[in-house]
């Protein structure tokens, strides 16, 4: 759990770096825990966002290497979202 966790949070905020990101989003991963990502980066965390993404630990890794279309996940139920999109 803490592997995948930690290396989302690395490979986000590099993701962010040259990035401008108004708002905080959250990336709540079944069984596995939740990531916050507001202005000052991407940190393991279940505060308040404007917006929850949940998916499972699978689908996540999969939209973050480029392998999963977010879209489609959304699509097929397996990315679903709530709150200020």
């Known amino acids: ?8 949070v690395a490979a986000l905020n590099k993701k962010l770096e040259a990035a401008e990101f108004d708002g905080t ?12 990502i ?5 940190r ?3 505060d308040d966002a404007d917006v929850t993404l949940t998916a499972d630990a699978e689908t996540f890794e999969g939209i973050l290497n480029g392998e999963v279309n977010p879209t489609a996940a959304f699509m097929q139920g397996k ?6 999109m």
Not at 25 to 36: R, Y
Not at 38 to 42: I, K, R, T
Not at 79 to 84: A, K, M, Y
């Open 79 to 84: 990315l679903t979202v709530d709150g200020d």
């Open 25 to 36: 989003a959250k990336f709540a991963l079944e069984d596995a825990g939740a990531i916050v």
């Open 1 to 8: 759990m803490s592997d995948i966790m930690d290396q989302a």
């Open 44 to 46: 393991i965390s279940d």
């Open 38 to 42: 507001d202005a000052s980066g991407a």
